[in-house]
């Protein structure tokens, strides 16, 4: 298990990002990317993204991908979890990493949008992936 979060001071706890990244890059055959500028970071698994890291008005933000209703239950639960910003609120959430949010949470919720994204890929694809890490793909 990843610790995300440490002290920052007076007791706030913050995000640590490089953690988070060594979480999402733990999944098999993660690749992270930075096409739009040097820090908004965009997690592929082949060539398909499955989560998105961004600083947004001073907060930062972990999009991941979600089944619709789950999507909706989330945000109803969490006051951390909101529609996506900048991408289908359908389908994409946006997870504040305030340190609120507790880091089981955060990674089951990595770990669904993973899966979401392996169970679309192209049937020979995500096959080749099932064989390549088995138990692994859909934690």
């Not at 998105?52 to 933000?61: A, D, G, S, V």
């Not at 991941?64 to 969490?78: G, M, Q, S, V, Y």
């Not at 994409?92 to 919720?109: A, H, Q, Y």
Request: aromatic share 12%.
């Amino acid at each position: 298990m990843f610790v995300f979060f440490c002290f920052k001071g007076f007791g706030v706890l913050s995000v640590n990002i490089e953690t988070l990244k060594k979480y999402l890059l733990s999944k098999p055959e993660a690749e992270e990317h930075y096409p739009f500028d040097n820090h908004t970071g965009v997690f592929k698994v082949q060539g398909k993204m499955f989560a998105l890291l961004i600083k947004k008005q001073n907060k930062q933000l972990l999009n991941l991908k979600c089944d619709p209703a789950h999507a909706i239950e989330l945000r109803d639960i969490f006051a951390e979890v909101i529609p996506a910003y900048h991408m289908n609120k359908r389908h994409w959430n946006s997870v504040v990493l305030d340190g609120d949010l507790p880091n089981g949470e955060i990674e089951r919720l990595i770990d669904h949008s993973y899966g979401l994204v392996v169970k679309g890929l192209k049937k020979s694809i995500r096959e080749g992936l099932e064989i390549r890490y088995a138990g692994e793909i859909y934690k």
